[in-house]
């Protein structure tokens, strides 16, 4: 069965410090999406990005990047120079299911950037 | 932009009432979810649907069931509501794995 596992509940930073994100993930399939989401204090998940199981270079947007390593199962998110408006729940979420179509999403870090 | 509305933003129901909770998307997507938000667990994929009248069990479909008679809506229904219910929910559509889910803003709802 598959799992995701983010070991960091809460990360609390200053703002401009970086700001790392864990995500392990478990996992039979040998195809299967990654996903990074992005929660507010509004409610509304918000998808940061999506890497697929053959595609392990990293990626930049921004001050976000990720660094996706299959050998140890891990799809780690960091934010460089954090803003205020960076404070979220972060999730990561693997794919799963015929079609991929279905999420198994981690329990959550709470990122908060103070001023 | 894909929309998904979920008709309420916060819900209080009594236990043992019948609970519908309602979502809409406009980009004629055809799968469509429900899960549960709480605290530490992430979220828990409840129902899926992959076509009108189509659906399938998620992890937690015990005391929940779903209607899907037109595309653009997927209901969730408790059928005798608990206080262990008690819980964010969110709905989300999807055209296809690559492009990941968009989500409601979710209901929360409180079962007293």
């Known amino acids: 069965a598959q799992k995701v596992t983010q070991a960091q509940t809460e990360i609390s930073v200053v703002e401009k410090e970086d700001v790392t994100l864990d995500c392990v993930y478990e996992?039979?399939?040998?195809?299967?999406?990654l996903f990074w989401y992005k929660q507010p204090p509004s409610g509304e998940l918000v998808f940061l990005i999506r890497r697929n199981s053959f595609d392990e270079q990293n990626e930049i947007s921004g001050r976000y990047s990720w660094n996706f390593q299959k050998s140890t199962s891990s799809f780690n998110f960091t934010i460089t120079a954090s803003q205020v408006v960076d404070s979220a729940v972060y999730f990561c979420?693997?794919?799963?299911?015929?079609?991929?179509?279905?999420?198994?999403f981690g329990a959550g870090t709470t990122v908060t950037v103070r001023a | 932009d894909v929309k998904v509305t979920q008709s309420s933003r916060y819900l209080v129901k009594r236990t043992g009432e019948k609970v519908f909770l309602e979502c809409v998307q406009d980009m004629d997507h055809e799968n469509m979810f429900w899960y549960r938000q709480d605290p530490g667990l992430g979220l828990r994929l409840i129902y899926f649907s992959y076509d009108v009248k189509m659906k399938e069990k998620g992890d937690i479909p015990e005391g929940y069931s779903v209607s899907r008679e037109k595309k653009e809506r997927f209901s969730l229904i408790l059928e005798s509501a608990s206080t262990n219910q008690t819980s964010m929910y969110l709905c989300?559509?999807?055209?296809?794995?690559?492009?990941?889910?968009?989500f409601g803003s979710g209901t929360r709802l409180t079962v007293v």
């Open positions: 979420a693997l794919s799963y299911g015929s079609n991929d179509y279905k999420l198994s």
């Open positions: 989300a559509s999807s055209l296809s794995p690559r492009d990941g889910y968009t």
């Open positions: 996992t039979r399939d040998t195809t299967y999406y």
